[in-house]
């Protein structure tokens, strides 16, 4: 059970899913309307992620352990918050779909892979895992037309294959996953921010997890 509001105790829900499927929609809405902090993935501040994008194989090692040892600072942030907060994509995503992918594609050599999954699992064993693991799925097709509307310049080449991949590998991961509750919401026909019914549907199936933290916000 999640303590009352103005506890000391940290609880957090955690948005994870592919490239484009929305998880900063929804960080925002549930931070907008139950009145939680925020906490973002820090791509835009990835000083490496411009290079990977023309040289995966040259600096996939290094772009990734930014995101790890970054991932890392936030789970630390997290982990001495009180009350609830919400975090956008969380660190098993960096290591288990896209660090792994990378290896699995050949861009991450045995040698850096083997460091890279050393430091992981060192973290492992020093951060707190979500309250709630909210995973969102949708179709590859909504996918991409997603990544094309939000209209980021590095990831409109990104190639269908490398999207697939990911793909099923956040699946195996989510089927696999147990640390904590999970909540997976089909997104494909999914408008929370226009729609009230649906809006309701998603605040309901949240609340019942996570209950005395959330409230009941005026929907109107």
């Known amino acids: ?3 009352a509001e103005g506890s000391s105790v940290r609880k957090s829900i955690a948005i ?3 490239i484009g499927v929305g998880k900063s929609t929804l960080v925002e809405f549930l931070s907008r309307t139950y009145g939680i902090s925020p906490y973002y993935e820090p791509s835009e501040d990835n000083p490496y992620l411009p290079d990977f994008y023309d040289d995966m194989k040259r600096w996939s090692f290094h772009s990734q352990l930014y995101f ?3 991932k890392f600072r936030i789970h630390q942030e997290l982990d001495r918050m009180p009350g609830l907060v919400v975090l956008d994509r969380t660190i098993f995503e960096d290591a288990e779909i896209f660090a792994t992918a990378l290896h699995d594609m050949k861009h991450m ?3 850096d892979w083997e460091t890279y999954t050393n430091f992981y699992r060192s973290i492992l064993d020093a951060i707190k895992p ?3 693991m ?5 179709s590859m097709r909504t996918l991409r037309k997603r ?3 939000r209209g980021r310049a590095m990831e409109q080449d990104v190639p269908l294959a490398y999207l697939k991949r990911l793909e099923g590998l ?3 991961w989510i089927r696999s996953y147990d640390l904590s509750e999970v909540l997976i919401l089909e997104t494909d026909n999914l408008d929370y921010i226009h729609d009230l019914v649906h809006r309701l549907d998603v605040m309901e199936r949240i609340e019942a997890m996570l209950p005395p933290e959330l409230g009941k916000p005026d929907c109107n």
């Open 130 to 132: 979500p309250d709630l």
């Open 16 to 18: 994870a899913g592919n």
């Open 109 to 111: 050599d045995d040698r």
């Open 68 to 70: 790890l040892s970054n």
């Open 170 to 172: 956040y699946e195996a």
């Open 147 to 149: 990544i094309k509307l």
């Open 134 to 138: 909210i995973y969102l799925r949708c």
């Open 1 to 3: 059970m999640v303590e």
